[in-house]
């Protein structure tokens, strides 16, 4: 299936390229939102965990009015609701990152917090920008050395691609012409993530309208909950 699904992809590249264009012409691009990038949540007593959100889009919380609303802060009450701790959290996202740009440009230059838990929301812009299976290899799996490199003490997990079908935003044709690559490229990152001490978490299915925002593309506040509830019930498992 992997070979069909690469040459497959590859004789549909011209259909996509055109269709791509004209979602991106008719699709309102939204900045990351106002407030802050880090913060605390809880007021229990104990150590609190330390939560680094590092990723694209959505770790910027794209498509939301404000930060507090991001998945990085859900995430953070739902790990402090689960544990019983206070979690410090920060979120460090931007638009269009791919994960080679988060290794190469963004990694070495956080703070050399010890964070007990990073979260890496990554992978379905390599998947859109027809990354190869090579170069996602090459390059998410330099992110995972690069982030136990700076972060030795976490946890660090990936939440899986999501499946483009489930994007309201994108056509049927295209979401399926996403769909092969998505199948080429999240078996790898899922085994990288394996070989390199890396926790994959399953992506969710089967979300409902509600869970985008007004784009059909980046969560909305609801999605954002959503995820960060299913992120946390798994980085919350077998501490």
Known sequence: MGAFATALSWLALPLYAVEGTRVRART????????PVSGRVGDKA???LRLLVLGDSSAAAVGLKRQEDGLAPCLANALCEKSGRPVEWRAAG???ATAGMLRDHVVHNLEPVPYTHVLLSVGFNDLKNYHTRRRFLKEFGGLIYAVKARFPESRLFWSRMLDPADVPGLPQHLAAILKLRMSILDPV???????????????MRGLPARAFCDDGIHPSEAGF??????LASHMHAGR
């Open 28 to 35: 309102h691009r939204h900045p990351p939102p106002p407030g």
């Open 46 to 48: 104990g150590e609190p």
């Open 94 to 96: 931007f638009n269009s």
């Open 189 to 203: 990152g899922a085994c990288l993530c394996r070989e390199r001490g890396a926790t994959a978490i399953p992506a």
């Open 225 to 230: 909950s959503g995820w960060a509830g299913h």
